[in-house]
C-alpha cells in the first residue's frame, strides 16, 4: 500500500475520532481543520491533478485561518461541508455523473451552512459525531483490498452493496455513540459550570 493511501487513512481516523468523540469541546481546533480540508478539496476539484493540490493548500490555509477567526464563519463552512459530503456520497450512490451532482451538492452545502449557524449547538454534535464516524469509517474501508480509491478526489467507493451497508450501519452506530458522549460532556461542562456560579 503506497504512503499516501497510509496518511490518508491515518488522518482520517484521526480526525474522525477527534470529530466524533471531541467536537464539541475541541470546536475551534476542528472549525479551523474543517476550513482547511474544504479548501484543499475545493482546489483539487478546481484545479485538477498538478496545480490543484498546491491550490488547495493555499486555499485550505485562507479558509481554515477564515474559519478559526470567525466562528460564524466556521460554523458555516462545518454545515457546508457536511451537507456537500452526504449529498456527494448519497447522489455517488445513485450513479449520478460527478458533473451533474457537484451543483446540487453545492446548493445543499449552503442551506446546510446557515442551518448550522441558526441551530449552533446541537447541529455542532451532531455534525460532528455524523462526520467523525463517517471519516472513520472510510478510512477502514480504504483498507480493504476491494474498495476502490481515488486519489485525485478521496473518494471511496466499496467493492459492492453489502460492504457498503455494513459501513452505513458501522458509521451509523459511531454517530450515535458519539453524539451521547459528547452531549454527556456538553451536559457536565453546563452543570459545572453552574456550580462555579
Not at 481515488?150 to 452506530?173: D, F, K, Q, S, Y
Request: charged share 10%; glycine share 14%.
Amino acid at each position: 500500500m503506497e504512503i499516501g493511501v497510509l496518511l490518508f487513512v491515518f488522518f482520517s481516523v484521526l480526525f474522525g475520532l477527534a470529530n466524533c468523540f471531541f467536537g464539541y469541546p475541541m470546536f475551534a481546533t476542528l472549525v479551523a481543520l474543517w476550513g482547511f480540508v474544504i479548501g484543499i478539496v475545493l482546489g483539487v476539484a478546481l484545479g485538477g491533478q498538478g496545480g490543484g493540490l498546491v491550490a488547495g493548500l493555499i486555499l485550505g490555509i485562507i479558509l481554515g485561518g477564515i474559519a478559526l477567526a470567525m466562528t460564524y464563519a466556521g460554523i458555516f463552512f462545518m454545515g457546508f461541508g457536511f451537507g456537500f459530503l452526504l449529498t456527494t456520497i448519497a447522489l455517488r450512490a445513485l450513479n449520478m455523473d460527478v458533473d451533474a451532482m457537484q451543483p446540487i451538492a453545492l446548493i445543499v452545502g449552503a442551506g446546510a451552512g446557515i442551518v448550522a449557524v441558526l441551530l449552533r449547538k446541537y447541529v455542532i454534535i451532531v455534525m460532528t459525531a455524523i462526520s467523525g464516524a463517517v471519516a472513520i469509517v472510510q478510512g477502514g474501508l480504504v483498507l480493504l483490498p476491494t474498495t476502490r480509491f481515488n486519489r485525485n478526489t478521496l473518494e471511496v467507493v466499496p467493492a459492492n452493496t453489502g460492504i457498503a451497508l455494513v459501513a452505513i450501519i458501522a458509521a451509523m452506530a459511531l454517530a450515535l455513540l458519539g453524539m451521547y458522549f459528547q452531549w454527556s460532556q456538553a451536559r457536565d461542562q453546563e452543570l459545572s459550570d453552574r456550580l462555579r456560579g
